[in-house]
């Protein structure tokens, strides 16, 4: 049981390129969530799933796209990557309550950096 | 509008009880309060959650009112080692018509010896 696991670890983007940041679990969650933590600062929801083919979008979406085409997976796509998105990005997940009573396992992070 | 509020940072000492008060004054009446805990870093980590009045476990103790406007965590005999950022989470309802995950501020605990 791997839990949530993110590639890469580390990246370095310059202003203008594309890139996927990938996420995946292994728990069979049916919720998942990516965050941007900036330095010193606290986590920012940038796009949530409830399920395959279900994603809504959270406190910071504009520059990001998220798919969910299976349970495992929810990869984070930058369309034109800017030195504003320079931050360590969590991906997350849990199962999904009628309530607000998840528990939610948070992979290791990438740390992106634009130039 | 900011769904918690929490002190910015705190400081203790090793040995001693460390309450962190966190205000949710539009919690809805089926949201849980959830607290995580996050060290420089890592991803933040799950510590307690609770709906009302009282919830214990190994590692802190979870204080609800009845109005449950506010919650308080409670870590007993810090140490060291329990010198992280803690942050307190109410939902917010999506447009999926599921809850969604919010993270506040945060509250920035200092253990000294």
């Known amino acids: 049981n791997a839990g949530v696991t993110q590639t890469p670890k580390f990246q370095v983007l310059k202003t203008g390129q594309s890139m996927t940041l990938q996420c995946a679990q292994d728990?069979?969650?049916?919720?998942m969530s990516w965050y941007r933590q900036d330095p010193g600062m606290g986590l920012r929801l940038i796009h949530y799933?409830?399920?395959?083919?279900?994603?809504d979008q959270g406190e910071v979406p504009n520059g990001y796209n998220v798919s969910r085409s299976t349970t495992e997976d929810f990869p984070l796509r930058l369309l034109s990557a800017a030195p504003s998105q320079t931050s360590v990005y969590f991906c997350a997940s849990s199962y999904l309550r009628a309530s607000s009573s998840y528990e939610q396992y948070f992979g290791p992070g990438t740390r992106l950096t634009v130039t | 509008l900011a769904k918690t509020t929490q002190p910015i940072s705190m400081d203790s000492y090793e040995g001693q009880e460390v309450n962190i008060t966190c205000s949710h004054n539009n919690i809805a009446t089926n949201d849980y309060i959830t607290w995580y805990q996050q060290f420089p870093s890592q991803g933040p980590r799950f510590i307690i959650q609770g709906y009302k009045t009282k919830v214990t476990n190994e590692v802190a103790s979870l204080f609800i009112p009845a109005d449950r406007k506010s919650s308080t965590l409670s870590l007993p005999r810090v140490s060291l080692s329990d010198t992280a950022v803690y942050y307190c989470l109410v939902g917010d309802m999506g447009n999926t018509g599921f809850q969604k995950l919010v993270f506040g501020t945060g509250t920035r605990l200092l253990v000294s010896p």
């Open positions: 799933s409830v399920g395959a083919g279900i994603t």
């Open positions: 728990m069979n969650h049916e919720y």
